[in-house]
């Protein structure tokens, strides 16, 4: 069976890339197309495949700006050529879906959102550009929703991430789809005996993920905050920081392992599609304080596994973090740990499997079925 697995672009290792190789392990023989491939940035459990980009690729700056070239993507996906394949899986956030199959091919979309600058957060994200981008972004906008609707269509069976991106996928395009939880394959380090008294913040220094509101509060209440990211924000927040808060930029693995394990809580204040940060955190029996949205209604149990905040305010959240410390002792590390296991990658990966080959056997017996004969 020829495999290609489709994803918006391979410019770095986040979310999207982990599921990427994933599925390059449940399909050793798959080949990946891409829009925009940057090698140096990506692992080598991808990069061991064949990787084919679209025309978008070859463009001027295209490895650090490609996002202006999201008008072309359409274009660029309905010009690869998938007839060798039997089974395509198009891994979308970014334009992946859109791509044209053999009728008898089975096409899956794994979805981490329906694009959400097209969708649930254009008016965030426009509010957000000034000069021409603002001006032209309703008119192209308006257009790649035309056409991000009409490539649902080309999709044989949706795979959301979590039952809040299902959500997205009913109401944009008015399909079901399967909730396979994304696989969160950190290998956290053992929790600490005796936490640090700092607290964590995790997270791309982008404005949606709210991490002012983190810096704020905790300037207000005079605690130490560590924040681990870099991104657009980072030298905005670094001015804000007050002296109990610290930004330490990217850190390896290895490093942010340790973090995790020994803070006394993760502070997560975005609305996330899903968010692997907090069940990274749970890995080291590290409770979250989390805002009562997105996926994390579905990774956090408030009162075992952490605590919600109503809102995304600084007033919330130190509302949160004094709860939270009146009642830190109830936390059980070991409980947390438990948890966080059933989003581990085997579990993705056996979902996955297990799915899969459920859709081909019911198309290979479709298939097999004995045609009607007209009188």
Known sequence: MRVAIVHYWLVGMRGGEKVVEELCDIFPQADVFTHVYKPSAISKRITSHEIKTTFINQLPFAQSQYQYYLPLMPLALEQINLDDYDLVISSESGPAKGVITRPDALHICYCHSPMRYVWSAYHEYRGRTDGVTRLLMPHIMHRMRMWDHAAADRVDHFIANSHNVAERIWKYYRRQSTVIYPPVSFDAAVPSPSREDFYLFVSQLVPYKNADVAVEAFNRMGKRLLVIGQGEEYARLKRCAGPTVELLGHQSDE??????????????????????VPVEAMKAGTPVLAYRGGGALETVVDGETGLFMNDQTPDSLIDAVERFEAAEHRFDSARIIRWAQQFSANAFKQRMTDVTNSWLDDRLRRRAAPQRQVA
């Open 255 to 276: 490093m942010l392992k340790s973090y995790y394990a020994r803070c006394r809580a993760l502070v997560f204040v975005a609305n996330e599609d899903f968010g692997m």
